[in-house]
């Protein structure tokens, strides 16, 4: 008979520190967002091989008191919860109390670390979850932690770990993600003595994005603002011309905490749908602030995971709020006669001289007496009847240490409203009259005169996309022409299958299907849609089945839309195929009374413009 052992406290640790630590990444993440709830803001991490050899962690932060250091290596000890009770009002970004205890446990941790009201610090070392020194030193206000050997005593961990370049790359990633899910601290990264990146810390999202992605993505970006029924968004949404091939350019945090969810995603892929090319995703960083009842970050340890509550409801209202940000934003690519190399952003070899955490607090302090001394200097020349001073002695004054709260780019804001304004859209009635139409190209494109600019429009994509929107139309109006089946096709539905359909019945006839129950779990389909083009007439009844099984949300099934693009790419004129000018006038008439003209159902662009700036560059009549 097997005996059942009470492991020691090391193994226990070290079995324990698997699910926190998995790679240098999960040291990183752990210990900045420590960082971030002591309130720093500025925080330094350097790495060296990947993080495997050396991590450092730098911050100017409130720092732990010297009688609760030890505490702070403890398992499951904290500062950020008392309770279960506090679990669901949490705003902070730990609080298992996990990370340090686990990081101790799998490598050698020194740390340092001063509160402000105290004149010196301490240093605490811990190797493999084992005290080692503790002694008060000198030390700047805030905390360092330096990890140093991770997984040196669990080989079988260390084995599994990719290259010092592989692992760097994920540490890499990761500090982008916190710089855009906190706009307001700075920080700065560095990799083997080399500065990757830094941020300044003043509240602009779009400058980080410019800092990280560079200028072709920073110069494609919509800012974006929602509020409704205790969820607000904050953030910027990418122009169709920069889609990615994977969601690995979705990012969102939820309450300043950056996560993965698959009914936050599958909400903004709905909202682009009419501007995403199939197997294409879009680009945005958008930040979510709800209500700490409505939704539990208790999920998992890596804390990447969140759930909501009312999801349908919290789907739709996502959704709804991207495409109306989208729609009331021209989506018209301009196409650049430039051939020189595009600005590739400053990601690497930075030359500016930026200050570690300690440092900026002695900085920051300079710079409020010398915004005491100009507002003492202001008050005596304007204010002739008062004696007011203000001896630099006194706290700082709040106007000068507040730190706003986190808005994307109020100015670039303000001008995206003053653009909304005053600026015509190209594809509207009111642009409509001053349209020139040059003729016809490659019995395809039409060229059109407007301002100063030359509109092209792709006449199948944009016949495709009007004769798109009637079909759909005809859906919404249950309107779709139906052909009977004799025999009827006979099905055999699951469980799970039977219950979706008969929840789902009226979309299924909406579409033109006629389905009959046909005793115990089979059905007979008697009518289906005309004009399938490529589908059976069971594959498709499948197809649309499948998915309502897999996301049963609201919305229009993928598979119905699939069905109803191909139809309209089917009966659109087609290119290289001559039509008249009385035609062309016709389609673009009917293409100007669509919510969204720019892009056809599968994604592509219906018109593209040129400027007369960027032909006259390339005609030297223009010289920069």
Known sequence: MAIINVLDHQTIDKIAAGEVVERPASVVKELVENAIDAGADAITVEIKDGGISFIRVTDNGGGIEKTQVRNAFLRHAT???????????????????????????????????????????????????IEKEEEEIGAPDGTTVMVR?????????????????????????????????????????????????????????????????????????????????????????????????????????????????????????????????????????????????????????????VRIADEPLFYDTVRNAIYQALHETEMIPEVTLDDKPKDKGIKTNIKETVPEPFERQRIAETENRRCDAKLVASEKRTNDTTNYTMPLSQPVPDRVKEIPVYQVSKDLIQNHSQMQ????????????????????????????????????IDQHAAHEKVKYERFMKRFRDHDIVSQTMIPPMIV?????????????????????????????????????????????????????????????????????????????????????MRISRQEAEQLIDELLTLENPYHC??????????????????????VT
């Open 79 to 129: 500062s950020k919860i008392a309770s279960a009770d506090d679990l669901t009002s949490l705003v902070s970004l730990g609080f298992r109390g996990e990370a340090l205890a686990s990081i101790a446990a799998v490598s050698m941790v020194e740390l340092i670390s001063k509160t402000l009201p105290d004149l010196t610090g301490i240093r605490y070392v811990v190797e493999g979850g």
């Open 149 to 305: 050997s991770l997984f040196y005593n669990t080989p079988p961990r260390k084995k599994f770990l990719k290259q010092p370049q592989t692992e760097g790359s994920y540490v890499a990633d990761l500090m982008e993600h916190l710089a855009m899910s906190n706009p307001g601290i700075s920080f700065k990264f560095i990799m083997n003595g080399q500065t990757k990146f830094y941020t300044n810390g003043n509240h602009d999202l779009h400058e980080i994005i410019y800092r990280i992605y560079g200028k072709e993505i920073s110069e494609q970006l919509v800012p974006f603002h929602f509020n409704v029924d205790g969820v607000v968004i904050d953030g910027l949404l990418g122009k169709p011309v920069i889609n990615r091939a994977n969601r690995s350019y979705e990012i969102f945090y939820v309450n300043g905490r950056y996560i993965k969810s698959t009914l936050i995603s599958k909400a903004i892929e709905e909202g682009y749908r009419t501007y995403l090319m199939q197997h294409k995703f879009p680009f945005c960083v958008l930040h979510f602030q709800i209500d700490t009842s409505r939704i539990d970050v208790n999920v998992h340890p890596t804390k990447m995971e």
């Open 421 to 456: 304004l005053f600026d015509d859209k190209i594809l509207s009635d009111h642009a409509r009259v001053q349209y020139e139409i040059i003729g016809q190209l490659f019995d395809t494109y039409w060229l059109i005169s407007y301002e100063d600019k030359l509109l092209i």
């Open 492 to 576: 055999t539905l699951s469980g799970r299958e039977e219950e979706c359909y008969l929840k789902h019945a009226e979309d299924f006839h909406a579409l033109g299907f006629v389905v009959e129950e046909f005793g115990g779990n089979e059905y007979a389909i008697r009518s289906v849609p005309l004009d399938l083009y490529g589908y059976t007439e069971q594959d498709f009844f499948r197809e649309i089945l499948d998915e309502l099984l897999a996301e049963p949300l609201k919305g229009t099934p993928e598979a119905i839309r699939i069905r109803i693009a191909t139809m309209a790419c089917k009966a659109a004129v087609k290119g290289n």
């Open 601 to 622: 159902p599968h994604g592509r662009p219906t018109i593209i413009s040129m400027s007369k700036y960027e032909i006259e560059k390339k005609f030297k009549r223009i």
